[in-house]
């Protein structure tokens, strides 16, 4: 039987490092379910977006080859209603930082959630002590093809709590994707306490 790649990978803790857009090797022997988060990587696209500072992109990436990919810009929380009404503020807009692209291999268990426990850390860390950010948004593929073959991303990022920018979305939703965001303020909250 052959060894398959990646086996016995903890990824949990695995290093996530800047991608460099001249580096022109990564992504070989890539798989993901869906082709065109495999041609990104791969192809120039996300070269250009790169060296036009559009976005950024980090990877997890070891001897076997790349695991998985993230790329993060910034962007805006445009809700119906005001959703910070408690803390007095009753914008209804909000700073944050979209994940554009994340994909990672199925044969790298673990290598998708250690990018998004990473991305959490970094906005916290890196981010918000400079900018005024707050939320982590996504659009989240929904691809109703046909009823056997729906891609729904949702539910991963449901299982790290984000919700729904509309809740009461019909579905599937127009433009193929559903809106989701993250607070960040019970992170932040985390990383002040630790500090005091």
């Given at each position: 039987?052959p060894y398959p ?6 990824f949990?803790?695995?290093?996530v490092?800047e991608?460099d ?6 992504g070989?022997?890539?798989?993901c379910?869906r ?7 791969k192809?120039?696209?996300i ?8 976005s950024k ?6 001897e076997?080859?790349?695991?998985a990919y993230?790329?993060?810009?910034a962007d805006k929380l ?6 910070l ?5 009753r914008y ?6 979209k994940?554009g ?6 044969r790298?268990k ?5 990018l998004m426990?990473w991305a959490m850390?970094y ?18 593929l929904?691809?109703a ?5 729906l891609?729904d991303?949702?539910?991963f990022?449901?299982?790290?709590g ?6 009461d979305?019909t579905?599937p939703?127009a433009?193929?994707?559903r809106s ?6 019970p992170l ?9």
């Amino acid at each position: 039987m052959p060894y398959p790649k990646f086996s016995g990978i903890d990824f949990s803790k695995h290093a996530v490092i800047e991608y460099d857009p001249d580096q022109l090797d990564i992504g070989a022997g890539f798989r993901c379910g869906r082709g065109e988060f495999v041609s990104y990587i791969k192809g120039q696209k996300i070269r250009n977006e790169l060296r036009s500072y559009i976005s950024k992109c980090w990877l997890v990436n070891c001897e076997e080859g790349l695991a998985a990919y993230i790329t993060l810009l910034a962007d805006k929380l445009a809700m119906g209603t005001p959703i910070l009404v408690d803390e007095d503020v009753r914008y209804t807009t909000f700073p944050a930082v979209k994940i554009g692209w994340l994909a990672a291999d199925p044969r790298a268990k673990g290598s998708g959630r250690r990018l998004m426990d990473w991305a959490m850390r970094y906005a916290v860390l890196e981010l918000v002590p400079k900018l005024g950010v707050r939320f982590i948004t996504v659009d989240a593929l929904y691809d109703a093809e046909s009823p056997e073959k729906l891609y729904d991303a949702s539910g991963f990022y449901e299982k790290l709590g984000f919700r729904f920018a509309n809740a009461d979305e019909t579905l599937p939703p127009a433009d193929g994707f559903r809106s989701m965001y993250f607070d960040l303020m019970p992170l932040i909250q985390q990383v002040k306490t630790l500090s005091n």
